[in-house]
Protein backbone atom coordinates (compact mmCIF):
# COMPACT_ATOMS: atom_id res chain seq x y z
CA UNK A 1 0.00 0.00 0.00
CA UNK A 2 1.45 3.15 -1.26
CA UNK A 3 0.30 6.74 -1.96
CA UNK A 4 2.98 8.74 -3.98
CA UNK A 5 2.20 12.53 -4.61
CA UNK A 6 3.61 14.81 -7.24
CA UNK A 7 3.90 18.08 -8.96
CA UNK A 8 4.89 20.34 -5.98
CA UNK A 9 7.42 22.55 -7.38
CA UNK A 10 8.21 26.90 -6.96
CA UNK A 11 6.00 28.98 -8.16
CA UNK A 12 5.25 32.61 -8.29
CA UNK A 13 2.24 34.57 -6.66
CA UNK A 14 -0.47 34.02 -8.33
CA UNK A 15 0.63 31.19 -10.47
CA UNK A 16 -1.12 27.40 -10.63
CA UNK A 17 0.54 24.03 -9.61
CA UNK A 18 -1.44 20.41 -9.70
CA UNK A 19 -0.61 18.11 -7.27
CA UNK A 20 -1.26 14.30 -8.33
CA UNK A 21 -1.09 11.23 -5.65
CA UNK A 22 -0.93 8.61 -7.03
CA UNK A 23 -1.88 4.89 -5.07
CA UNK A 24 -0.58 1.54 -5.67
CA UNK A 25 -1.44 -2.16 -3.71
CA UNK A 26 -5.63 -0.42 -2.96
CA UNK A 27 -7.84 1.43 -4.80
CA UNK A 28 -9.01 4.89 -4.03
CA UNK A 29 -12.03 4.56 -5.34
CA UNK A 30 -13.72 3.37 -1.53
CA UNK A 31 -11.66 6.09 0.28
CA UNK A 32 -11.63 9.38 0.86
CA UNK A 33 -8.81 11.57 0.01
CA UNK A 34 -8.00 14.59 2.24
CA UNK A 35 -4.71 16.72 1.62
CA UNK A 36 -2.77 18.25 4.17
CA UNK A 37 -0.09 20.94 5.06
CA UNK A 38 2.65 21.64 6.76
CA UNK A 39 4.20 24.86 6.56
CA UNK A 40 7.58 25.85 8.02
CA UNK A 41 7.14 25.88 12.04
CA UNK A 42 3.42 25.61 11.72
CA UNK A 43 1.56 21.99 12.68
CA UNK A 44 0.35 19.80 9.92
CA UNK A 45 -3.87 21.03 8.65
CA UNK A 46 -6.25 19.51 6.88
CA UNK A 47 -7.08 21.65 4.08
CA UNK A 48 -9.75 19.37 1.71
CA UNK A 49 -11.12 16.35 1.21
CA UNK A 50 -12.99 14.60 -1.49
CA UNK A 51 -15.58 11.64 -0.35
CA UNK A 52 -15.13 8.54 -2.98
CA UNK A 53 -18.67 9.72 -4.31
CA UNK A 54 -17.67 13.14 -4.81
CA UNK A 55 -20.49 14.31 -3.45
CA UNK A 56 -19.23 15.81 -0.05
CA UNK A 57 -16.03 17.94 -0.80
CA UNK A 58 -14.52 20.37 1.90
CA UNK A 59 -12.46 23.18 1.62
CA UNK A 60 -10.98 25.51 4.20
CA UNK A 61 -10.94 28.90 3.92
CA UNK A 62 -7.84 29.81 3.26
CA UNK A 63 -7.86 27.33 0.10
CA UNK A 64 -11.64 27.77 -0.80
CA UNK A 65 -12.33 29.15 -4.36
CA UNK A 66 -8.51 28.41 -5.03
CA UNK A 67 -8.14 25.21 -4.94
CA UNK A 68 -10.06 22.32 -6.38
CA UNK A 69 -10.20 18.75 -5.81
CA UNK A 70 -10.66 15.93 -8.29
CA UNK A 71 -10.04 12.60 -9.03
CA UNK A 72 -9.30 9.99 -11.70
CA UNK A 73 -10.68 6.27 -10.89
CA UNK A 74 -8.97 4.40 -14.48
CA UNK A 75 -5.82 6.29 -13.15
CA UNK A 76 -5.97 5.21 -9.48
CA UNK A 77 -5.12 8.64 -9.25
CA UNK A 78 -6.29 12.14 -7.35
CA UNK A 79 -5.90 15.65 -7.26
CA UNK A 80 -5.32 18.85 -5.94
CA UNK A 81 -5.93 22.03 -8.68
CA UNK A 82 -3.89 24.94 -6.85
CA UNK A 83 -4.76 28.51 -8.76
CA UNK A 84 -3.91 31.83 -7.43
CA UNK A 85 -0.99 30.77 -5.34
CA UNK A 86 0.53 32.65 -2.43
CA UNK A 87 3.31 32.91 0.06
CA UNK A 88 1.21 31.76 2.73
CA UNK A 89 0.72 28.37 0.78
CA UNK A 90 4.24 27.62 0.89
CA UNK A 91 4.30 23.96 2.63
CA UNK A 92 4.65 20.48 2.66
CA UNK A 93 1.93 19.11 0.91
CA UNK A 94 0.21 15.42 2.12
CA UNK A 95 -2.42 13.16 0.52
CA UNK A 96 -4.14 10.47 2.98
CA UNK A 97 -6.88 7.92 2.86
CA UNK A 98 -9.66 7.24 4.75
CA UNK A 99 -13.07 6.03 5.80
CA UNK A 100 -14.16 9.28 7.18
CA UNK A 101 -15.05 12.76 5.24
CA UNK A 102 -12.88 14.77 8.12
CA UNK A 103 -9.78 16.57 7.77
CA UNK A 104 -8.93 15.25 11.03
CA UNK A 105 -5.83 13.54 10.90
CA UNK A 106 -6.32 10.82 13.34
CA UNK A 107 -9.46 9.51 10.78
CA UNK A 108 -6.90 8.95 7.96
CA UNK A 109 -4.49 5.39 7.46
CA UNK A 110 -2.18 5.90 4.44
CA UNK A 111 -0.40 8.98 3.88
CA UNK A 112 2.44 9.98 1.35
CA UNK A 113 5.54 11.37 2.10
CA UNK A 114 4.14 14.91 0.94
CA UNK A 115 5.58 17.22 -1.76
CA UNK A 116 6.90 20.57 -1.48
CA UNK A 117 4.88 23.57 -2.45
CA UNK A 118 6.69 27.15 -2.80
CA UNK A 119 5.37 30.55 -3.58
CA UNK A 120 7.83 33.27 -3.87
CA UNK A 121 6.69 36.74 -3.81
Not at 61 to 86: A, G, H, I, P, W
Not at 99 to 111: F, N, P
Amino acid sequence: VQLVESGGGLVQFGGSLRLSCAASGFSLANHVIGWFRQAPGKEREGITFINNRCDDIFYQDSVKSRFTSSRNNSKNTRYLQMNDLKPDDTAVYYCATGLMATVIEKYYQYWGVGTQVTVSS
